[in-house]
């Protein structure tokens, strides 16, 4: 059962070979699997981890205070991240989508995927 999907994306100009998003999912257990796709979709690579158990809590303390809106910073281009936490059931509790700089938060947990 998923706890939480963490999707960062290239919104810069770049080729469609290049990495466009990278999209990780963490179940409830730790167990961590990154899918990297590039502008036309295409996955480039992927791969499964299992995090360790003091990432696991922080991530876990850090989804408990997440703000309930960003940052809104105008820009457009850079990187962005699309945060979404799950509760029981795979019920969304919490989603936000855009640039996380100037939110303590949302900065410590894309920390934890960088």
């Given at each position: ?45 992927q ?10 809590q922080?991530l876990?303390k ?5 703000p309930?809106?960003s ?34 938060i ?9």
């Amino acid at each position: 059962m998923k706890l939480f999907e963490a999707v960062r994306m290239d919104w810069s100009l770049h080729m469609a070979e290049d990495w466009d998003t990278i999209r990780y999912t963490v179940s409830h257990d730790g167990h961590m699997k990154k899918v990297i796709k590039n502008g036309i979709g295409v996955v480039m690579g992927q791969e499964e981890t299992q995090l360790d158990e003091e990432r696991l809590q922080t991530l876990k303390k850090l989804i408990a205070v997440m703000p309930q809106e960003s940052a809104h910073l105008c820009a457009c281009d850079g990187e962005g991240w699309r945060l979404t936490s799950y509760g029981a059931h795979g019920k969304i509790l919490y989603r936000t989508e855009g640039y996380v700089y100037g939110t303590e938060i949302l900065e410590k947990i894309t920390e934890l995927f960088a």
